[in-house]
């Protein structure tokens, strides 16, 4: 048995912090190359009108359904009764929930009393923000989660 010495003991502690400053440095890096960056610009200016826009958007009464099925995502909107809506504008982000590099920014079509777009979606869980605007122009916004097991 090999007598433990300081060059050992030395040797142990410098390896043990190599592991531990490298490790560090990776999730360090992993976290800021996959920071999708700010969601506003100034949060204190656009927190200004937040109470009322809010209200605006619920006095609507809409929800908004994210299905994915076959390569084929649906959005059905909906008001308090439960009843299909068309809106306006629309735009919607579909991406990951922890890094922007699958970000998708699909175009959607009114079919039926959905709005439709075809995309390849790999499996588990996607975010789905989509913005509108009723016919008055209420400005809605909602994210939803979508888990896709395909």
């Known amino acids: 048995m090999t007598e433990l010495t300081g060059k050992h003991v030395f040797a142990i502690t410098t390896g043990a912090f190599a592991v531990i400053i490298g490790v560090n440095a990776v999730l360090a890096f992993k976290a800021v190359s996959t ?3 700010l969601e506003v610009g100034n949060s204190y200016v656009a927190s200004q009108g ?3 826009r809010k209200a ?3 006095a609507l ?4 359904m994210p299905v994915y099925v076959d390569g084929r995502l649906e959005l059905a909107f909906a008001d308090r009764d439960g009843l299909p809506v068309r809106v306006q504008d629309l735009q919607v982000l579909v991406g990951r929930a922890t ?3 699958d970000d998708l920014w699909p175009v959607f079509s009114l079919v039926g ?4 777009a075809d995309l390849d979606l790999a499996r588990g869980k996607w975010i789905v923000k989509a913005t509108a605007r009723a016919a008055d122009g209420t400005f809605f916004e909602q994210r939803s989660e ?3 097991r395909e």
């Open 35 to 37: 920071f999708p960056g």
């Open 146 to 148: 979508l888990f896709v």
């Open 61 to 64: 009464g809409w929800t908004m």
């Open 113 to 116: 009393d959905a709005y439709a």
């Open 50 to 52: 937040f109470n009322d």
């Open 99 to 101: 890094e922007a590099r």
């Open 56 to 58: 605006a958007q619920e």
